[in-house]
């Protein structure tokens, strides 16, 4: 079936250190999302990229999707403790549904 | 708005037993979403319902069933409870789940089947 594979599965990084997850599906993608999962909360939306070989940034976070369409990065620079949280990558299929990737737990060392 | 909302926040429960989940939106949003998310597995959609009175399988329907009798409530029936359904559960909306959509999540319903 259609999958959506995300990679580390945890990271641990010093503060101020760079972090990336990275993200590719077995199929071309529609668009693809990022979402951010607090320790004990909810997956709270923070992107959406839709175009081939699309790069959009906010603040310290740069997310990019390939030219294919089948996979996609996150990059926060200089980490900071309040990006601790899980990072997932969600793809919308030709189907109209969205898979999710397996999600990036990041701890931030101070 | 209190944007979407479940009940209950916790439940335990014994092999065999049933319960439902509820889920509640104020955001006139059409589509609605089970998920169950489980350590290592990132989030896997149950069933959705792209309207009033609809209801379609995900990616792990098996052992749930699920209505959707009124626009902005969406409900998941586990009729009997194993303990492979002990997980976190996460009901979302988004307005027409066209492809510039979001989804919106609530809080959770941490659900433990002994």
């Known amino acids: 079936g259609q999958q959506v594979m995300q990679i580390p599965q945890y990271q641990h990084v010093q503060e101020g250190e760079d972090f990336t997850t990275y993200c590719n599906s077995s199929?071309?993608?529609?668009?693809i999302q990022w979402y951010k999962q607090r320790p004990g909360g909810h997956p709270v939306f923070l992107i959406q990229?839709?175009?081939?070989?699309e790069v959009k940034k906010q603040k310290r976070l740069t997310f990019q999707f390939g030219e294919a369409k089948k996979n996609s990065s996150l990059h926060i620079t200089a980490t900071q403790t309040t990006d601790v949280g899980t990072y997932f990558c969600?793809?919308?299929?030709?189907?109209?549904?969205?898979?999710f990737g397996q999600g990036t737990t990041l701890q931030v060392k101070p | 708005n209190a944007g979407v909302t479940q009940t209950p926040k916790f439940r335990v429960l014994k092999t065999g037993q049933s319960m439902t989940l509820l889920c509640a939106q104020d955001?006139?949003?059409?589509?609605m979403y089970w998920y169950r998310q489980d350590p290592g597995m990132g989030l896997r959609l149950i069933h959705y319902?792209?309207?009033?009175?609809?209801?379609a399988k995900g990616e792990v329907p098996d052992g749930y069933n699920v209505s959707r009798l009124k626009k902005q409530n969406f409900l998941l029936g586990l009729e009997s409870a194993a303990p492979s359904q002990t997980s976190v559960y996460f009901c979302?909306?988004?307005?027409?789940?066209?492809?510039?959509?979001?989804?919106?999540f609530g809080p959770g319903t941490r659900l433990t089947v002994l």
């Open positions: 979302a909306s988004s307005y027409l789940g066209q492809i510039t959509d979001t989804q919106y």
């Open positions: 199929t071309t993608l529609s668009n």
């Open positions: 990229l839709v175009k081939s070989g």
């Open positions: 969600a793809g919308l299929v030709n189907t109209g549904k969205l898979i």
């Open positions: 955001m006139n949003h059409e589509y």
């Open positions: 319902s792209v309207g009033e009175g609809t209801t």
